[in-house]
């Protein structure tokens, strides 16, 4: 079992900034993939960006390419989101997730959510 607690949310205006992170325990940080996915009001969760495990590998959904950035810190066992230029769309529950690499095909675990709220 993989447990991923977030932190960071917020309210920000718009063309503010947040950072989110994400900090895992109970298995080996650099055997997952880790990802961030947002879920809307309505809406059904989206991906937004993830991370290999070795720490290369970044993947960005085009509506965030270029404002935010993925990266991790396999000795703290954290991951982090640095959302720049923020849109009222990015409004939304913000999830970390692992995927085992080489194992699974789909998300194995999830955190609780951080709320991201972008005010025009």
């Known amino acids: 079992q993989v447990q991923l607690v977030e932190s960071g949310g917020g309210l920000v205006q718009v063309g503010g900034s947040l950072r989110l992170s994400c900090v895992a325990s109970?298995?080996?940080?650099?055997?997952?993939?880790m990802g961030w996915f947002r879920q809307a009001p309505g809406k059904e969760r989206a991906f937004v960006a993830s991370?290999?495990?070795?720490?290369?590998?970044?993947v960005y959904a085009a509506s965030v390419k270029g404002r935010f950035t993925i990266s991790r810190d396999n000795a703290k066992n954290m991951v982090t989101l640095q959302m720049n230029s923020l849109k009222p769309e990015d409004t939304a529950v913000y999830y970390c997730?692992?995927?085992?690499?080489?194992?699974?095909?789909?998300?194995?675990?999830w955190g609780q959510g951080t709320q991201v709220t972008v005010s025009s």
């Open positions: 109970g298995r080996t940080f650099s055997n997952f993939e």
């Open positions: 997730a692992a995927r085992t690499e080489y194992v699974s095909i789909k998300y194995d675990y």
């Open positions: 991370i290999r495990g070795s720490g290369g590998g970044q």
